[in-house]
């Protein structure tokens, strides 16, 4: 495999670092040591990290473990020089420019919400600047896409919460939202629209993937779909890094290159640290990984295997980062950035 003929700039759409980050709090340099020399490795200069509440935590404790990770973010973010947290357009050109690796807090599932919309706003006063509606159930918000058979759309609180947000400046994500939600946002939405870790139902049937339609559809507000790498969304095999090339090339195909990221979702080490192994998702270990491309260190050898696919360099820039950067450094913190009338009435 050749590498590309230089080093490519990675903006990550998702990565759930945060969590181990606070099992290992009492740990001061546990992220200085453990994560930061695998982002670097991997040239990630821009890092969404979203804030995922386990099952323990729901329903009571999940406002407090919600905060509680922030906290721990804030608190990363602020003991490290080379991390800087991004909230305002321009502050992650600003990041890249001085050769720090921008942090954009992201909610997972908003289970810290419920029904209380406006929460979101106080989330936007700690930094917030993306969110999921809801992780793979059902809440007062949305139903998730382990929920598809239920052909739910958005609550009334969810229609509230969309609105909401996108007058604040936060992207709406919609991975892990079930279809029939998915397609209510998107045909209600004002703003862009960001899939953070999500690949193509197309090339391997599971609801936590997206269809062509959907796909075109987040392209069509300005948004940008993050190709997920954990094997079971990627193939019903052993799968290889050329698997996940081929998503990328799919989603290519269908919304555009210029509308294609990475939301890889690395999940290994949290299931060896946290659960001990053998955490099992739909019949896939927790801890598997497509061969070559197992954490964030070895995402280089993603970008080299786009070359070898026959990705222009600059097309190859784009998927690593560019185009999520385009997207964060435009729209987080402000407000809509473009009218985006939706696909329908919506409502």
Known sequence: MTPPAAA??????HNDLLMLVQHFRDDAGYFQRNWLPQL?????ATQVLPVYVDEEWLPELALRQTLRLIETAL??????????????PGDVASALAGGQIGIV???????????????????ARLGVRVASL???GRNSLADGSAEDGTGGRLT?????AVSLMQSLGLLVDVSHLSLAGTRHVLDITQAPVLATHSSCRALREHHRNLPDAELAAIAATGGVIGINFFPLFISAGTPAISDVI?????????????????GPDFTREIAEVLYGGGHVIEGCDMAATVPGAAGPADLPAVAAAMSDRGFSPADVAAVMGGNLR??????????????????????
């Open 8 to 13: 490519v700039p990675v903006a990550d759409a």
């Open 40 to 44: 670097r490795a991997g040239q990630v």
């Open 75 to 88: 608190a990363t973010i602020g003991s490290c020089p080379e991390l800087t947290l991004c909230t305002e």
């Open 105 to 123: 807090l992201a909610l997972e599932g908003c289970p810290a919400v419920g029904p209380d919309v406006e929460l979101l706003a106080t989330f």
């Open 134 to 136: 809801t992780h793979f």
């Open 156 to 160: 009334r609180a969810g229609v509230r």
């Open 246 to 262: 081929d998503h990328i090339e799919h989603a290519a195909g269908v919304a555009g290159v210029e509308h294609v990221g990475l």
């Open 326 to 347: 385009r997207l964060l450094n435009e729209s987080i913190g402000g407000p809509p950035r473009r009218s985006c009338p939706g696909r329908g009435s919506g409502g």
